[in-house]
């Protein structure tokens, strides 16, 4: 009787761990649509360049870094739906504005509305940005939150993979037309998206903390934890507060998951992840390669950027999220050096290309995997939806910045970017002080526990 109880318990928890699973799963696709949108561009880039002719200032601030410029404004703000309409409801709009702006920028007849429709996907991938690894982490447990939050970073990489592939398989196949194929293809995952979040339940720590429905969060908790832990969870969960709903995110109580929030978003885009993802076939065209083969080489750099992810994936929960950004701190800084002396030395393209995998896999290793499992658990309950808003906010100001001055950079720089990756490289190294010295580890912590 025991023996046949024990292996129901085991079912019991396997069902539970199962849905939670699939819930993540269509939660995550948010990131899938995020890396999609903000790399597919990469395919569009010279094109558009030659189509429209616009000035390198005009085409890196408003061509490229238009829909970066719009994840700013969706992370500033991500915040604000999450905490008043759900996290659920947040996630469905988020989609709908993925949708728009993939058939809108499809069929955009000028710069200026084609701006604008990659400024409606920007806002979409800044809030997913907020509301994703929120939401995750809302509904997981404390041993498998950093797989389940990190779902979100291998569906981005997925969707940066697919991108780059997508790019390559449409090339040539509308001709002029290449690249409006190229962006309008992303309505189809954003429709299957929309329809699958509609499915997931909302979260029960939102339910308690800012509906006060704690009857509603007891039938999602019930699908998440064995029946004696609930009315200890609803507890944990309702103490957590302490009736400081009204604190602000400023107030200096959370100085110091501020300064860790915005450091690690500050390095993750200070690496050249950004730089590189989206002027990929650029870059490599500079290098020596042919159009067709530096296409090819962006599939690889999406492949590459995917297995190590899954790495990441299986070892954050058992190895934790600081000993991954040691890992990845020490790739990034000898692959940078390595590719800016690749550039100053003109050296076989090959081995560019080589040392810039090892750059990819450092950072999906790393940053990629730890950035939004980290910043999800270091606020809060109550402030979490408004911290993760913050450190998703300067991670986007900067990516946009970097990626609006690339084009003039290149273009000072011409065959010869050598000295940008140098930079890059160093900061690497003090990414690397700031993880020995600054940043604590929070694997196996509940959500509730976990306090600096």
């Known amino acids: 009787m025991n023996i046949k109880f024990y292996y129901l318990g085991k079912n019991i928890i396997f069902m539970n761990n199962k849905k939670v699973f699939s819930w993540s799963i269509s939660v995550a696709l948010a990131g899938f649509l995020f890396g999609f949108d903000t790399v597919v561009i990469s395919g569009a880039n010279l094109p558009i360049k030659e189509l429209w002719n616009t000035s390198p200032i005009f085409h890196g601030v408003f ?38 702006s993939a058939l809108g920028s499809a069929i955009a007849p000028d710069p ?13 991938v800044g809030a997913s940005s ?104 609803i507890e944990e969960i309702q103490n957590s507060i302490n009736n400081k709903k009204s604190e602000n995110l400023f107030s200096g109580v959370f100085n110091h998951q501020i300064k860790l929030a915005f450091l690690l978003a500050f390095f993750n885009q200070l690496s050249g992840i950004n730089f590189i993802l989206y002027y990929a076939p650029e870059i490599l065209q500079t290098a020596g390669f042919a159009t067709s083969d530096s296409l090819m080489s962006s599939v690889s750099i ?27 701190s020490i790739g990034y800084i000898i692959s940078l050096f390595a590719i800016a002396i690749c550039f100053i030395y003109q050296l076989d393209h090959f081995v560019l290309l080589f040392f810039i995998l090892i750059f990819i896999s450092s950072h999906a290793i790393g940053q990629g995997t730890v950035i939004w499992v980290f910043i999800s658990e270091i606020f809060p309950n109550h402030m979490r939806a408004r911290g993760q808003s913050f450190g998703a906010a300067i991670h986007w100001i900067f990516a946009a910045l970097i990626t609006a001055v690339t084009p003039t950079v290149i273009n000072v720089l011409g065959n010869n970017p050598g000295m940008v990756f140098y930079g890059f490289g160093i900061m690497m190294i003090l990414q690397l002080i700031f993880v020995i010295k600054m940043m604590p580890e929070t694997k196996g912590i509940s959500l509730e526990k976990i306090n600096f």
Do not use: H
């Open 130 to 233: 907020v509301a994703s690894p929120t939401y995750i982490s809302e509904i997981s447990n404390r041993k498998n939150r950093g797989k389940l939050v990190a779902l979100y970073q291998f569906n981005i990489v997925l969707g940066i993979l697919i991108a780059f592939f997508s790019n390559y398989l449409l090339m040539g196949f509308g001709g002029d037309l290449d690249w409006r194929y190229m962006l309008g293809i992303e309505a189809i995952p954003a429709f299957i998206y929309i329809l699958s979040v509609l499915g997931v339940p909302k979260s029960p720590r939102w339910l308690i903390l800012f509906k006060n429905d704690i009857d509603s969060a007891r039938k999602v908790l019930t699908l998440i934890y064995d029946k004696k832990e609930i009315q200890n969870k």
């Open 302 to 328: 999406g492949f590459v950027n995917l297995i190590f992810t899954l790495v990441g994936l299986r070892l954050i929960d058992n190895y934790g999220r600081k000993n991954l950004m040691f890992i990845g």
């Open 112 to 124: 200026y509305s084609f701006s604008f429709f990659r400024f409606i996907g920007g806002v979409g």
């Open 63 to 100: 061509i490229m870094s238009m829909a970066l410029w719009g994840t700013v404004l969706g992370s500033v703000f991500g915040s604000i739906p999450c905490d008043k309409i759900g996290r659920k409801n947040t996630l469905i709009w988020i989609g709908i504005l993925f949708f728009v």
